[in-house]
């Protein structure tokens, strides 16, 4: 049965054997490791009815999987529908969007299971996964779907399956160093998700710069149906947003308040994306792509604090700013960089990203910088900061710091991974 | 970059300014009203730990997050998407459709948390918010989206914000009457949502009326899919109805009971439906408005009376007849207010949401009025009723007396409300 | 209003009044059938308060309904949107896919209900209904849309919904045979659902085989948008398969470890699917109906073995094994089955669910027979198995036995009963 296939699946003409050979031995690869590194976590193991009497669990509900598995769904939504879909507005690369994406995601979550677990699940000799593994794995793939967002229409499936397996790499040791070294919090990954994911990209579309590819914009123009696809994304992506921001969140509060922290800020969002697109388009019309993008910015700059005690008004005021910052950028900003900078960046990443991610990194450092135990209790306090073992005495000013360095340090590793990956 | 802009989106030269006023004064009326009166629930709060030993909880999993969030997330869908995209049947209005309604909804659920804040989480001057706080404004939202069904086409954003805005405040004190005053049980929304928002949109579009409008009749054609994207709409609100139903009814098993009673109220709704719509039309062909909309009827029905021991056939009944009110309801209601009532309800929402929710009030005060000990179990007959206090001695007829009179109390809101404001 | 009619939603004349009839009719025997038969499962009962002190539970959370709703939920998705828009890739059945696949569905839960309510939750005359019920007729139900999968296009309301009735009773009797008789583990219903649902679906095909079907093949041609819909449905099948493998799993690490397995299974399955189909193209293209479909086999290849301890290198080299065998499959077999054995499976259902759901089985089998209590300790094993009372003294390889006897029976079941219906 012949059936069409569409602009952006295949170009290549080598692809007839590179394709399936990368694939197939890449998929080897991760077989042989698995069979030798990963088992599954306690809590996943049928050994679990012994671990429960010596943990002292009365009920199966205690189970991590009834913590985070429904947050889990949401996320794992979100990257392959949210961000499949948010880039089905271009006319021509619909189906190549969607198709790509779910390549490369496939493809990264088995090699982010195996960083992620060297780094952090790992123990003695076994990485051991569960629930949460899976959302962090999620999490790191939602970075290269972030980057694929900037380069979209502009590379072979190849050279995104290498620059996958090079991101993944790279976001799992930069997560490493914010996380356990700097021991940073970053639990909607402000840090190392969205400025790590979006910096990464602009830098890489940065070198694949083509500047012939301005006279083929008529393939970007967008129709009717495909606007309405992209809204399936934005809507996924804004409506699951307090599930990413709240999935790894401590059990308990911390997942509770991250979710109402991100739903106000998504709220506030909202309102001033529309305002200001309406204010800075001729006659006053509303421009989709904003309403498609720019409404999700305020989940962003929210993903560092919003465990933290941002309190529901100091979310609506990241979300207010950030509708402004990232509908301005897309009218001002993207155009400058394509002209005067020389990044192509196709869907606007550096808007919804890259900005509201590093709005998101300074939030979470003057939230953690102002915490006090009267705000948080003292229990409360020393929880929601993990301030326990070798940082019994962190401050929260100390902590303050810290966090400001997470956001350099991922900043200086996206321009750095993505110069050498491009 | 030109992008094209649809119908719907913009038409009022004055908006270039208004809307963008509208909504920034709006957001920082919001972000003083949050700052003053908006806090964390307990259970959201950093001193939850506290907490914890005090309400001798054992484990985090007794927070109510692990109750609700996954409801809620369901009820957010169905606002968002749900809504959104049951309107989009339409062939010009597909993208104001879905846009308006998220602009509505993100507008509308920051008004809703502080009404309906103020009316019942207020403590010693603060509202204190959690995931069932998010639910209920998703909740009150749904009555504006429904409302904005009838007016579709026929209304600026500034307009639609301005109903949205008196729309919510009636909303809530209608609420207040019935939960608090009237003491009646409805936490599906058959009357507070449903018959509610129905009536207020009618009459609303009753007073808009424009004669000039079935001249321009060929707008409201669909196309092949325009229908495709409505049924992604119709199924995800089947589909979590009995998220709906459940999402605030009582833990254990009033939410148990609750989501079984709707799915079986649905599914013979879907039978119904069919069986009529090929019934009353030429050659037996099946109409997809019905299909869309009428499945749905059975959902709306059930929303006072799911939580109690309706019984699964009970549920079947329900579904039953409103599948064929709903049907013969667009058959021959719509054209009937139409012409004669100058009501120009262009999705249906006296089908699918007035009619319905009507059903529903009478069928939860006929359900409460025939509730028994015997059915209800000693414990579980106080617990469901809630007949502690002041309502100690109040008898099941005397519950189905107030159960009734919130019927009407919320059919006078409604019509005087929507008048006020058309 | 006037509105288009679409292929495939009436052909038949007499349909008038056949179909009403045959809805109205069978929807008043289920509502007869409930009011005998059906009645809350204890946790939906309002007398769960004292069952709830009889049993000893501390906290409402400790109800069926927190464990699995949320998978409930995913699985309705997968059945309503999943199947449902995974069809309409075909220009001209995209409405009559979706809406015939909600009217079949809506039909047959009701009847699951009853029919493995008799064989599983029949207690002193009642059938006692609760979450996991509801999950069963979802999945029953899913073995009638994927029979429908094959037959699409060529039958009648009237014919689907007969084919409904008879498919869902065998369904139940084999399902019984499997579990009860033969004790046999099969939790995402690689034997029951899949492999007896598609041998079913190619049997009915097969006896309706019409020649000059094939005149007619410009129907079964793709567009554009009509893949991105399908996408739609591949995406919700493949995000929300571990919920369906681990819906009815015990609690605990049962759940959690047949939702790990799955996701490893599925990522494996998109990267062997990649290679195959650019491996098997002209030019190294990629086929959309290998994407849209033979990504999902992973996801059936561990429906009996996921909850078991299969390991995710284990999933992996299943996923991996399916990916090639239902790419494979789509490109040299289907046209084999309709030229030589005169099978028209239009969507390609042996491929996805009749092979893959034999290697599940076998699969299933070989974990069954080589389980130790080492692997799974002393207390997991029995607990894993269910070797209790009368099946206290079976052995590992004697299981492993019963598993593949299984499979032959679910396939006789399927190609004798799919012979009768035919």
New interface residues.
Partial sequence: ?E????QG??K??????R???V??L???A??VL??VF???SP????????E?QEMNLT?????????R???F??V??MI??GF?FLM?FLKRY??GA??FN??LA??G??WA?LMQGWFHSFKSGKIL???EN?INADFCVGSVCIAFGAILGKSS?IQLLVMTLFQVTLFAVNEYILLNLLHVKDAGGSMTIHTFGAYFGLTVTRILYRPNLEQSKDK??????S???A??GT??L???W??FNSAISD???????A??NT??S???C???T???S??LQK???????H?QNA?LAGGVAVGTSAEM?L???GS??VG?ICGIVSTVGYVYL??FLESRLHIQDTCGIHNLHAMPGLIGGIVGAVTAAAATED???????I??FDFTGAYRTRTPSVQGGFQAAGIVVSLVMALAGGALVG
Same sequence: chains 1, 2, 3.
């Fill in positions: 049965m059936r069409p296939r569409h699946m295949a290549n003409t080598y692809m007839r054997w394709l399936p050979l694939c197939l890449w998929e080897v991760m077989i698995f069979g990963v088992r599954f809590e996943a193991d049928a050994h679990w009815e012994e429960k009920s199966d509900i205690e189970n991590d999987f009834y913590f598995y429904p947050s769904q949401d794992h939504v392959f529908v499949g089905t619909g189906f969607v198709g779910f390549l496939a493809f979550i088995q299971l996964i569960g629930v899976l499936p970007q123009g967008s129709v009717y149906h606007d309405l696809f809204m399936i809507l996924y804004w409506m699951y307090p599930s059990h308990g509060d911390a997942q509770h308040r979710a109402i739903y106000c998504l709220a506030a909202v309102l001033t529309v305002a200001f309406s204010m006659k006053g019309k509303l421009d989709m792509v309403i409404t005690m309190t529901p008004y609506l005021i207010f993207t155009p705000v948080y209790g003292k229990e409360g306090f929880k929601a």
